[in-house]
């Protein structure tokens, strides 16, 4: 029996490759009596045969549409397993646990590990770049509990004999993964250097129910991220001093916010954090504005900086020796919201990634995560306030807590329980270092090591007297954002992507 479709969907697939989009569409055309089932029986998703099967169709038709050079041989072997359980529509019924009306389903994935026996890991420097949902996920992702390193990004790299790098993430095919890479690509993160065939994988249904809201991939301004707040935008790069000419006309107050958090070429933090900081203090000066309010870090206070804290303290330098305008400078520390939060998101992903946590150090160093409504609130109360004029704030959370406590509160809040293996952080260290050496994005870095185990417990007190901010706590603010999910809950919003 032909397989059914939406009746303009054939006029909608010739309309997209007539404007030259290549088209892969694994739905077969027709379903003959007998065939092996394509979908699990209690989840939304496909089986791994018929995955399997796809991803290598999927190979031989990018090698058609857009011929790849011999890559690195790729030391691989793949693993049969078992591995089962209820499946996510049983999980939308929300049935009590230890219930016994629906059974597991077990099926055999087929796991891709190096000669090591670690699971198979997205290449950052593939020529090739898949854009998943939680079709790409399944069967790699642990959390979904459909094993791991065995879904369609290890096995299209089988079946292309390639590194393929990844950016997934359960639901909202239309628009999710495209957000997620102008993030990175606004944040200085080019993840289209050297890449040759971008895949798109989204759900059919998505074309029917997804948000298609447009992106802008270009890394000069993440439009999806703006806020409708009714004041006129202006685009500028602090990067740029002549983009910034006359941005600041007329205005009395500027918040310096614009930063690079997370890159693996360290001289984008001095070219942006610490000159970019130069060039807002310029145009500030020579707009006349009155008093410059720069966003810092929390990180400046480590006593082994990394190169971002570094060009942090260089700029808040900059900004409290322009005489000519009155300053102030704030340090959060861990801002996090409903959103998830840079940093938050990237530590969050870490621990949802393996089944049991490998943790750098004791988990003792202490952080005061701040709620971002708090830290908007404390900004506020800096605008035409004298008091604040010369003054350093630290606007951090109002709960001190340690990393390891953190990390438990971060799965507690994702309705997930794993145990976590503690390393020594010299080791970690040397190891970072070597992947330094070795590789252009290294899984682990010195800087990343630098965040977990040392203290950023900065005590919020003088901005309490003089700007009465008074923030919440951790967990207060975890309660508000995040909601205590169930394990489907968990699945719908994870997201797995390329380490960095």
Same mark, same amino acid.
């Given at each position: 029996?032909?397989?059914?479709?939406?009746?303009?969907?054939?006029?909608?697939?010739?309309a997209l490759r007539r404007e030259g989009v290549a088209i892969f569409d694994p739905a077969p055309v027709l379903l003959a009596p007998g065939e092996k089932p394509r979908f699990l029986e209690q989840d939304t998703h496909w089986t791994p045969e018929w995955m399997q099967e796809v991803a290598a169709d999927l190979a031989r038709f990018v090698e058609r549409v857009a011929p790849l050079p011999p890559a690195p041989k790729l030391s691989l072997r793949v693993t049969r397993e078992r591995v089962?359980?209820?499946?996510?529509?049983?999980?939308?019924?929300?049935?009590?646990?230890?219930?016994?009306?629906?059974?597991?389903?077990?099926?055999?994935?087929?796991?891709?590990? =190096?000669?090591?026996?670690? &699971? %198979?890991?997205?290449?950052?420097?593939? +020529?090739?770049?898949?854009?998943?949902?939680?079709?790409?996920?399944?069967?790699?992702?642990?959390?979904?509990?459909?094993?791991t390193a065995a879904g369609l990004a290890p096995h299209l790299s089988l079946a292309l004999a390639r590194g393929v790098d990844v950016i997934a993430q359960n639901d909202s095919g239309a628009f999710a993964t495209r957000q997620a890479l102008a993030r990175e690509l606004a944040g200085g993160e080019?993840?289209?250097?050297?890449?040759?065939?971008?895949?798109?994988?989204?759900?059919?249904?998505?074309?029917?129910?997804? =948000?298609?809201?447009?992106? &802008? %991939?270009?890394?000069?301004?993440?439009? +999806?991220a703006r806020i409708e707040v009714g004041c006129e935008i202006r685009e500028g790069d602090v990067s740029d001093a002549a983009s910034l000419r006359g941005a600041f006309d007329g205005i009395d107050t500027v918040y310096h916010l614009a930063a690079v958090i997370v890159s693996n070429d360290p001289t984008v933090f001095g070219r942006v954090n610490r000159d970019g900081t130069a060039n807002v203090v310029e145009a500030s000066r020579a707009a006349g504005v009155r008093h410059l309010v720069y966003v810092s870090s929390a990180s400046v206070t480590y006593p082994r900086r990394t190169p971002y804290a570094e060009s942090k303290l260089e700029a808040e330098a900059i900004v409290s020796g322009a005489s000519s305008i009155e300053h102030t400078i704030v340090r959060p520390t861990l801002v996090y919201d409903e959103r998830g939060g840079q940093e938050l998101a990237m530590f969050r992903d870490y621990l949802l990634r393996f089944p049991v946590v490998p943790f750098i150090g004791d988990g003792r160093a202490k952080k005061r995560p701040v709620w971002s409504e708090d830290l908007v609130d404390g900004l506020a109360r800096i605008a035409g306030n004298a008091a604040a004029y010369g003054k350093t704030y630290n606007l951090s959370g109002g709960e001190s807590i340690s990393m390891l406590d953190f990390a438990r509160?971060?799965?507690?809040?994702?309705?997930?329980?794993?145990?976590?293996?503690?390393?020594?952080?010299?080791?970690?260290?040397?190891?970072?270092?070597?992947?330094?050496?070795?590789?252009?994005?290294?899984?682990?870095?010195?800087?990343?090591?630098?965040?977990?185990?040392?203290?950023a417990d900065l005590d919020p007190s003088e901005a309490t007297r003089d700007l009465d901010y008074r923030p919440i706590g951790v967990r207060e603010g975890f309660a508000r954002c995040f909601p205590i999910e169930s394990r489907l809950g968990a699945l719908d919003s994870a997201r797995t992507r390329s380490p960095r």
């Open positions: 029996m032909p397989v059914p479709n939406n009746v303009g969907y054939a006029a909608f697939v010739d089962g359980r209820v499946g996510d529509l049983v999980d939308m019924l929300k049935l009590p646990a230890g219930q016994t009306l629906f059974q597991p389903q077990h099926v055999t994935v087929q796991r891709a590990a =190096d000669e090591a026996g670690a &699971d %198979w890991e997205p290449d950052p420097q593939g +020529d090739v770049l898949l854009l998943g949902d939680s079709f790409t996920n399944i069967f790699s992702m642990d959390p979904m509990g459909w094993g080019d993840r289209l250097a050297g890449k040759r065939v971008v895949i798109w994988e989204f759900a059919s249904r998505e074309l029917s129910v997804g =948000d298609w809201k447009p992106i &802008d %991939w270009s890394g000069r301004g993440a439009r +999806d509160l971060i799965l507690h809040h994702r309705g997930v329980d794993k145990p976590f293996l503690h390393l020594p952080v010299p080791i970690c260290r040397a190891v970072a270092h070597a992947m330094r050496l070795t590789m252009k994005s290294p899984p682990l870095t010195t800087s990343a090591i630098a965040g977990i185990v040392q203290d």
